[in-house]
């Protein structure tokens, strides 16, 4: 089993620590000093142009309000956490993507800001198709676990079973960056496994092994003789991936409300944040982040909820609290990792 050497740890731990705009910060120094990319560095997302006609996209951005300052490292397990919140989601992606280059490969890259609420980085790269050259697909690095592939509302196929065959296995997520930026390059791409767990919560934890095992599989998409292209094939003949399997295409979503500023914007740029009388609130990522010592983080579902003063939550939401015992999404007390 793969594990990190002390410069791995040294560096997650740095990429960890800095905010988003220290983040794109150092990653567009890096891409243009140290790796001699050419880059365009927009105040929203970073481009870089390589020789590889293989596009790697992360985000910048975490869940967390604040960056954390504690690390806890299990060698012999490989797994990395945080108390404080380790953001791997996707920190986990940027660190990937580094170390891909630094084996010497030249993919196309894109790092993006405010995935989290709602792809406004990918949203704003999405605009600038021409800077990159020629791309035949498009690979993300941020889906939790070990092996999985998401294609959201593309439907290809022979895409599917090309990535396959890297042993990777098809699943179904909600949204990423390849959610906005595929159907309007109408190239396609897929979100593959970087090994964090239990996402959006403070009980993340990095599985070192799993990340490891993806770097490398990708390395040798990299490296094929002769890349194929794939093109983005929207779901047209069957149910859509929204009517499927109850995730999130923006075309498909309704308007809604912001609680605060009341703006009204697609569901999908919005962020779902329960009551406590397990009513859904939408908050635009402004307000969201203008109220962020309001809410908290559910250790079981990983999704938002409203701080009551004086009420004890043991972590969790409402809708998750309200079930005897609750349920603190598959840790062990004893494993120490929360």
Known sequence: MQTFTDKDLELFKTLAKLNQASLKSMLSKLLSSMHGYTVYDHKDYIMARGDIPIVLIAHMDTVFSKQPEDFYYD??????????????????????????????LRPHIIFTTEEEVGGMGATEAAQNREFLGEVRYIIELDRRGEDDCVFYDCDNPEFVQYIEQFGFKETWGTFS???????????????????????????????????????????????????????YIPILSKLSYKQAFGAYSPSLLPD????????????????????RDENINYYCGNCFDKNHEKFSWCYNCGYAYEITPGRVNNGLCYSCNSYEGGYRFGFKENEGYC
């Open 75 to 104: 060698e012999k397990k490989g797994a990395l956490w945080s108390p404080d919140g380790l953001g791997a989601d996707d920190r986990a992606g940027v660190f990937a993507i580094l170390k891909i280059i630094g084996s010497g």
């Open 177 to 231: 960056d390849i959610s906005v930026i595929c159907p309007v390059w109408k190239i396609a791409g897929v979100n593959l496994s970087i090994g964090y767990h239990h996402e959006h919560t403070i009980c993340e934890i990095l599985m070192v092994h799993e990340m490891a095992a993806t770097i490398e599989k990708v390395k040798v998409m990299l490296q094929e003789q002769d890349i194929p292209s794939f093109k």
């Open 256 to 275: 809604v409300n912001c609680k605060v500023c009341r703006q009204r914007k697609n569901l999908a740029v919005m962020i779902e944040v329960e009551d």
